[in-house]
């Protein structure tokens, strides 16, 4: 039987073999172990969010106080198959014209 759990903060994997030894692995060790993806928006503030609005069939476009995130810079976790070694792949998107 194998489990995984979170306990005190920290994901364990929790085995049983047959002959009923339990044992426990923490698989998060350090803060890292929790992130597999971050982007960045380096002009976050510069997408006002907009809806329209129908009312007595004229429409109007009002801003809900929120940002479009756009993902400008990225990277993300991927295992090395042959290692079985974690590695991080970054992605750069061009910036758009505007």
Same mark, same amino acid.
């Given at each position: 039987? =194998?489990?995984?759990?979170?306990?005190?903060?920290? &994901?364990?994997? $929790? #085995?049983? %073999?047959?002959?009923?030894?339990?044992?426990?692995?923490?698989?998060?060790?350090?803060?890292?172990?929790?992130?597999?993806?971050?982007?960045? =928006?380096?002009?976050?503030?510069?997408?006002?969010? &907009?809806?329209? $609005? #129908?009312? %007595?069939?004229?429409?109007?476009?009002?801003?809900?106080?929120?940002?479009?995130?756009?993902?400008?810079?990225?990277?993300?976790?991927?295992?090395?198959?042959?290692?079985?070694?974690?590695?991080?792949?970054?992605? $750069?998107?061009?910036?758009?014209?505007?």
């Amino acid at each position: 039987m =194998d489990r995984i759990a979170v306990d005190e903060g920290q &994901v364990v994997k $929790i #085995v049983k %073999d047959k002959s009923g030894k339990i044992t426990r692995e923490v698989l998060t060790k350090k803060w890292t172990d929790w992130i597999d993806y971050w982007a960045v =928006d380096f002009d976050y503030e510069n997408r006002p969010e &907009v809806i329209r $609005i #129908v009312e %007595d069939g004229k429409e109007r476009e009002v801003w809900t106080g929120n940002y479009i995130f756009e993902n400008e810079w990225q990277s993300y976790r991927t295992r090395r198959p042959e290692s079985g070694t974690d590695q991080w792949r970054t992605h $750069i998107r061009e910036a758009r014209s505007v």
